[in-house]
Structure formats: structure tokens, C-alpha cells
């Protein structure tokens, strides 16, 4: 049998540190080779500079974090996507996503079953500055009109006016700084997803992970699904542009408000749906 | 015999110790009388050993030297965690500032020659201390290399990169004599088992630690490690995968006995309940039983530790609600004074284990 001898501890160390570095940036290689799978330009309404927090100050990187919603019932509600049930992920397309949900919901081992269901890592289709967030803006204004109305009606009612208020800064908000990334679908296979959302400027497919949950409204148990996290939620801006956003991110650790959208990101996709910084520029804003 | 490892020859310095000491009593009774030449003969010889096995692996002669020894240990552990931090924080101060190919090469030179130096360190630090430090640190390198080649690219997150984990901290593990490093190669594996046996159950592979049976087939394997390969050279190397067996074995048990939702089993979450506490006090007995027969103290212990776990949390969904605390507490109390003489028992029926003292 062969004697273990000093080099080979050597040789096989190196060989496992090597080994592995070359396989993770052979798939990213992978990834970014050939034409990719879709390319967006983002303003800084859906790609975030860090938030300022914990040892956010040690770190000399900047990882752009990708802000999404999605339609939702009121317009009201608070601006937190994840985890919130969303319309179209109902039971059927919970099933075409490879859940097994048993037909009937109202029985105690069938909600068992539902308590028992996990979460898993599916595609999601996201859409930007699309027919998802003009339906939102109209939902928005449709909102804000009516609180104005109502506080209009009551001008002694100094709750009704701080209600019409705060509706007339989340229109702001909405026309001017929320994310303008919706998401719109879900599935299993890329290709069928392409075919269905051919545009890959304003369609971006990302992988996500989807949960079943049952939700008891009255007697009717309601089957819907909620999107817990996207498996990647950072894309790091590398080294030339990093120079553009650090005034951009002093700024911001100093404190200043609200403002309108400062850069722009051009972020491609690729053949894994991993993304990596193309292009970014300042002041590009591309507002309402 | 000539002793492999550092750690055979600290037992026979210990054992050298003792004997002395023995020998002083039996003289001291008349038991027992060396003639001078065989006293000559005797201290010579060990006095020879002692001064080789020092030359050789930097042993502790004496208790003082032992009472230090457990000093320079945990400096060692706590230096290669500070080390391992500052590497951390170094490279994330300045990695925004180095452009992608710089980033990388830097990574993964730093992961090299910390491994080299590792080596280096190895072969001429009898102590093993500064060596236990260097290879934490090397370890660590590589796990930010990982880590951040990750981060760099975007990588999505994948169980796979706990493969290269675990494979250099086993190889360091192995090479350095390190049971810290051993342990830190076996929670990636059991890691990697239990996401694996997570995926094909259809979990995504973060949630492993949703249904606890995943960490079954993990306990078994390393149960069977040391069955299966013997770690003669390699104190306490054995013990080590035995006791994370059995921690991958009952903590989910003891978990699945008051989580029945978190079972693949698709039955009333009360019955699944009632069967783990069942299996947990059956499997903790079971330990008991082999890791005495067995003379594996450390399965004997954790197979205790459990089962007083499992009775205890049983005494709490039973009575807490309904006794006076005094009377809950002085029942818990004499539960273990019943525990401890069955112990005592079990101790004085079990036959005497060979060994001890010279071989």
C-alpha cells in the first residue's frame, strides 16, 4: 500500500483549493458566456445602494440590492413584498409549479398537509416599467383621489387629512422613488417562459422560492402562495463603477432624504440567470 | 513501543507519572521492594523516554506543565479566531478597491499559502500549538475564498461548495492531528448530507433544518466512520465522530418529539410526537448500553445527557402545569439521585476494562 508522504498532503491541498476556485469561476465563465439570457438597465428605484447597517462601514464593497414588488389587493398596505400572498399564485398554478395540493383544503389532514408544505426554488418572471406598475400607479391614484375626496368632505376630521396626507406622498413615491420591478410569473422551465415574455429588455427570469400556504377567510379556506426570497437578491458593482456610487453611498450614510433616482445600472442575466454589472452612470435618471 | 503521535506519548509520560507515584506507595506499604540496580535500571530507562518523547513532541512533564499546556491551548484557539477575523476584515476593507482579477488571484493565493505555511509550521512546531493556530487560519482563508469568489461573481448559493470545505479540513485535520478542525469537517459533511437528503425529499437545500429526519443518514454514516477505519494513530478522533452521530441522531429526535409538523411523516403531529419520545428514550438507552459494553464513555455520556433530557421534558409536559413547583422540583431531584444509583450499579456490574498503565 502506498505510504502517505508530505508532499502528497502538499499536492492534494493545493489540488483541493485550486480545484475548486477553477469550478466556480468556470460556471461563472459559464454563465456569462454567449448572448445573455436577458439584459435590463435599472435606475436606483430597483437596484439599492447598501443600507447602513451593522459592519455595512468595513466593507469596501458595494453589493446593489434588487427591489421588487408586486400587485397587491390595497394600496395602502405596507410597502414589505415578500412573504405576502399574491393574487395569480393561486392553487393551479401552485400545482403547475409541482406543489401536491390535495383537492379539497377543509379537512384536518389536508390542512396538515398544507402546514407541512415547504418552500421551493422555482423561476420567477419580473417585469419593469410595465403594464404591472401602470396598473399600480392607476391603483394608487384611483386611492389618493378618493382620500381627497373624503378628507375634502370632512375638514374638521384631522385624522381624514392626515390620511389624504400620507396618500399624496406615497403617489410621490410611487411616480418617483418605489421600484418599478414587478413580478408578474412563475415556472419551471426557461424556455416556455421566454417564449411567453419574449421582450428580455423590460423581462427578467430569476430564480425564486415559492411556499404554499392556506389561509382560513370565514369557512372558505383560501389556497395561495407567497414568494419567500429570489435566490439572488445582490449583484456586486465591480470596480470601475464602484468609483461612480461611493459619493453616491456617502451621501446617503450622511443622512440625505428622499430624492429622485441618481444613476443607472444596465444588469445582464446570463445563461445560469446570474447577474453581473455591465454598465452603470450617473444621473440618468429615467423617471415617470 | 514507540509512540506515532504526540498524544501516545503524552499518555506515557502521564502513565510514567502515575507509576512513579504508585510505586512510592507500594514501597511505602512494603508491597513491594525494587533492589538498586533494578531502581537504576528502571529510572534510567525512563528518564531516556521522557527526554526523547520531549525532544521529539514537546510533552508536559510534569502537572504544572499540563496546567499550562491547557493555557496555550486556548490561546491558541482564541489567536487563530482573531487571526481568522482580522483576514476577514482585511480583505473586506479592501476588496471594492482591487478590480475582479486582482480580487481572485488575491483569494486564492492567500488560501494556498496559508495552507503552505500550515504545512511548514507543522514540521518543525513539536508543540502543536502554533500549528493547531495556522492551520484555523488556513481553513478560514479558504472558506472566505469560497465564500467571496461567490459574492464576486453572484454565484447563486449552492450546498456544493461545502465538498472543498470539508475536504481541507479533514486533510489539515488528519495531517495536524486536530480534532477542532475534524469537528469542523464533520459539521460540513453533516451539512452536506442533510441539504442533499433535503433536495431529493424536494426541500430547497437552506431548509434542511425543516424536517430534522434529515440529519439521519448523516448520524449513521458517521457512527460507521470509526467501525469502519480505525483512528489508532489519532487520539480522540473516534470519540469525536461518535459523539456527532449520536448529536445528529437524538437532537432531532428530541426536536421530531415535541415538532411533530416538522416529520416527512403525514401523520397526527401528536402521534409523531409520542413516537419520538419513545425512540428517544429507547435510543438513549440504547447508547447507554453499547457505549458501555463497548467502553465508549463519551456515548455512555451523551446517551445520559439525552435521556435525562427526554424523561425531564416528559416530567414538564406532565406536571408542571399541575404541582406545586416545590414538589416538580423535588421530584426532578430525586429522579436523578434514582438515576445516579443505578449508575452505581450499573458500574459495579460492568467487568473491568484491560489496559491502563504501561502496555
Redesign the interface.
Known sequence: MMRWK?WH??A???G??????AV??V??AY?RNGAPESQVVFSEREMTLPYDWG?QH??????LHLQWRAVRDKPDAYDFYAYQPLPWLNAAKLRELGFELPAQADTP?NR??Y??L????VLLVMELDGPAYQASLVQVRDWVAQQQALAARNPGNADLQERAKRASEKLRAEERTASRLFLVDAGLDVGALRARYPDRSRYVIV?G?IKPQLRIEGQAPRVEGVVQSL??N???A??PY?QMLMPLLRQQRAGAGNHDSRYSVTVAFGR?????VVNASASQASGP | MNPLSRSEAQQRADDIRVFGRELERLEAEQALKLDASQRQVLEAHHARLLAEYASAFDIDRDVQAKQLSLGMRVASFLGALALAASAFFLFYQFWGLLTTAVQVVTLVSVAVSTFVVTLFIQRRDSSGYFTKLAALVAFACFVLNITMLGQIFNITPSDKALIPWAALAFLLAYTCDLRLLLAAGILCVIAFISARTGTWGGLYWLDFGMRPENFFPAAILLFAVPQLIAHRRFTGFATIYRVFGLLSLLLPVLVLSHWGLGSYLDFEPGAIEGSYQVAGFALSAMAIWLGARRHWPEVVNTGIVFFVIFLYTKFYDWWWEIMPKYLFFLVVGLTAVLILLVLRRLRGAAPHAAGGGLA
Open positions: 508530505p498532503t502538499l492534494a491541498g493545493v483541493i483549493i485550486l480545484v475548486s476556485n466556480a469561476l460556471g461563472a454563465n459592519m468595513e466593507n469596501s464593497g458595494i453589493a389532514s396538515r398537509h402546514d407541512k415547504q418552500a421551493r426554488e430564480r422560492r435566490s439572488i445582490e449583484v456586486q465591480p470596480e464602484r445560469r440567470l446570474e447577474p453581473w
